[in-house]
């Protein structure tokens, strides 16, 4: 089925900004999540995404690896870790999930929450689209530009464009659905988590996705 409009795959750098704000501490830790900008709590919960190492146990955002590495709390740490930005939705819901794991964690401790040796800094992250000079007008074009472009594409098009510009489920889906009129690949595109492992692993599993919609004769 030939597309209405062409996909144009776009990448992405980052400029990094530092922001006045950091915590040596649980308590300020807390403050300062609840006042930072969005742009901050999407850069340490989802930028990581860029930079995750091919590993198991690799943390999912700052704040876990921070108060593991800063604060020797593993009990916090894994509850840090288990916030999934996929199943929340928004940056406001990630930041008042965050908010709230915090606070009660808070309420559970003895004594006053011990100080880190290194602070929490603050960042946030502007992120500049780049062409990749990839295109496509079909499925199959899709998926052979898909397997090609740089990881930075996959953050652009499935984080960046569903958390930070609410771009419905992600452009990829997005375009498959209105463009190609593949309502079912696209549902299956829109619910393949981008927090689940590294962006190589999000590519591998919608070119599965694309390889079986092409095996079963759509184009």
Same mark, same amino acid.
């Given at each position: 089925m030939a597309?209405?409009e062409?996909?144009? *795959?776009?990448g992405?750098?980052?400029?990094?900004?530092?922001?006045?704000c950091d915590?040596?501490?649980?308590r300020?830790?807390?403050?300062?999540?609840?006042?930072?900008p969005a742009?901050?709590?999407f850069?340490?919960?989802?930028?990581?995404?860029v930079?995750?190492p091919p590993?198991?146990?690799? #943390?999912?955002n700052d704040?876990a690896?921070?108060t593991?590495?800063?604060?020797?709390?593993?009990?916090l740490t894994?509850?840090?870790?288990?916030?999934?930005p *996929?199943?929340?939705?928004?940056i406001?819901?990630v930041?008042?999930?965050?908010?709230?794991?915090i606070?009660?964690?808070?309420? /559970?401790l003895?004594?006053?929450?011990?100080?880190a =040796?290194q602070p929490?800094?603050f960042? /946030? #992250?502007h992120?500049v689209?780049?062409p990749t000079?990839? /295109?496509a007008?079909?499925?199959?074009?899709f998926r052979?530009a898909?397997?090609?472009v740089?990881?930075?594409?996959?953050?652009?098009h499935?984080?960046?464009a569903? #958390?930070?510009?609410?771009?419905?489920?992600g452009? *990829?889906?997005?375009w498959?659905d209105?463009?190609?009129?593949r309502?079912?690949?696209?549902?299956?595109?829109?619910h393949?988590?981008?927090?689940a =492992?590294t962006?190589?692993?999000?590519?591998?599993r919608?070119?599965?996705?694309l390889?079986r919609?092409?095996?079963?004769?759509?184009q």
């Amino acid at each position: 089925m030939a597309a209405a409009e062409s996909f144009v *795959f776009q990448g992405c750098v980052q400029v990094c900004e530092l922001v006045s704000c950091d915590a040596h501490d649980l308590r300020e830790l807390l403050e300062q999540i609840r006042r930072v900008p969005a742009e901050s709590i999407f850069c340490h919960t989802s930028v990581l995404l860029v930079h995750r190492p091919p590993l198991l146990d690799a #943390y999912p955002n700052d704040f876990a690896l921070w108060t593991d590495v800063e604060l020797r709390d593993r009990r916090l740490t894994e509850r840090l870790a288990a916030i999934d930005p *996929f199943q929340l939705g928004s940056i406001e819901a990630v930041r008042a999930e965050l908010v709230s794991t915090i606070e009660h964690h808070l309420q /559970q401790l003895p004594a006053a929450p011990p100080r880190a =040796g290194q602070p929490f800094q603050f960042l /946030q #992250y502007h992120l500049v689209p780049v062409p990749t000079g990839h /295109q496509a007008r079909t499925l199959r074009e899709f998926r052979d530009a898909l397997a090609e472009v740089d990881v930075s594409a996959l953050f652009f098009h499935t984080v960046e464009a569903r #958390y930070r510009l609410g771009r419905g489920r992600g452009d *990829f889906a997005e375009w498959i659905d209105t463009a190609l009129g593949r309502h079912e690949l696209a549902e299956r595109l829109g619910h393949i988590d981008p927090y689940a =492992g590294t962006l190589e692993r999000v590519r591998e599993r919608h070119l599965i996705a694309l390889n079986r919609a092409l095996e079963e004769g759509d184009q």
